[in-house]
């Protein structure tokens, strides 16, 4: 079974800031997806950024980027000039490229606090 | 806005009562999943369709169900509830059944008192 562990409940940051967040996963397949998703106070489910196993160029989305460590199982998310909007709780997820399913595996989640 | 729409918003129920909760996919998005969020378990896949036919499950109790329409819409329905079923209830569509992002609606959160 995969598990996805994020090891920060809570991260605070100060507004225009960068702060990076930690998530591990277990696995032994070698082809599939990470994500890091977004619920803001809406608890609306909000995708942030993909980044596909096979490739080794980071992935990035304007202030979003993460640094991928296959060979250490490692995904964290680095976020750039931090915005009050940033503020969130902000998920990891870790899904499979094979026959085996498709569903997502979700770390607890961290709390971000963005302070002005 | 995902796309995704997910209905009621808010479900207040009393337990051993039955509910369904209802999800349209995105349009053009043939697979449907159903995710459960408790404080307790997190967030947790519950079943997987694709274009109608069940794909993939994971912890969804004997008590829950679920089904994809020809129009692609799903309902999963909730039966025998009780006060340990009280979660925010995710439905998310994607194109394919692999290989894609997966887009959340917005959640039901249903109350078992």
């Known amino acids: 079974a995969q598990t996805v562990t994020q090891s920060q409940p809570e991260m605070s940051v100060q507004e225009a800031e960068t702060v990076t967040l930690s998530c591990t996963y277990d696995t032994s397949e070698s082809d599939y997806y990470l994500f890091w998703y977004k619920q803001p106070p809406s608890r609306q489910m909000i995708l942030v950024i993909r980044?596909?196993?096979?490739?080794?160029q980071n992935a990035t989305e304007n202030r979003f980027s993460v640094n991928f460590q296959k060979a250490a199982k490692s995904f964290s998310l680095k976020i750039s000039d931090s915005q009050l909007g940033d503020a969130a709780m902000y998920f990891c997820?870790?899904?499979?490229?094979?026959?085996?399913?498709?569903?997502?595996?979700f770390g607890k989640g961290t709390s971000l606090l963005v302070t002005p | 806005d995902s796309g995704v729409t997910q209905t009621p918003k808010h479900l207040i129920t009393a337990t051993g009562q039955r509910v369904t909760l209802r999800c349209s996919p995105r349009s053009g998005d043939l697979s449907v999943y159903w995710y459960q969020q408790s404080l307790d378990q997190g967030l947790q896949f519950l079943i997987q369709y694709y274009n109608g036919e069940e794909r993939a499950k994971g912890n969804i109790l004997e008590r829950f169900s679920a089904q994809q329409f020809p129009d692609l819409h799903s309902e999963l329905n909730l039966s025998s509830l009780e006060l340990g079923d009280s979660a925010l209830y995710f439905c998310?569509?994607?194109?394919?059944?692999?290989?894609?992002?997966?887009?959340f609606g917005p959640g039901t959160r249903l109350t078992v008192l």
């Open positions: 997820a870790y899904r499979p490229n094979s026959n085996s399913g498709y569903a997502l595996n």
């Open positions: 998310a569509s994607s194109v394919l059944a692999h290989g894609d992002t997966q887009y």
């Open positions: 980044q596909e196993a096979y490739k080794q």
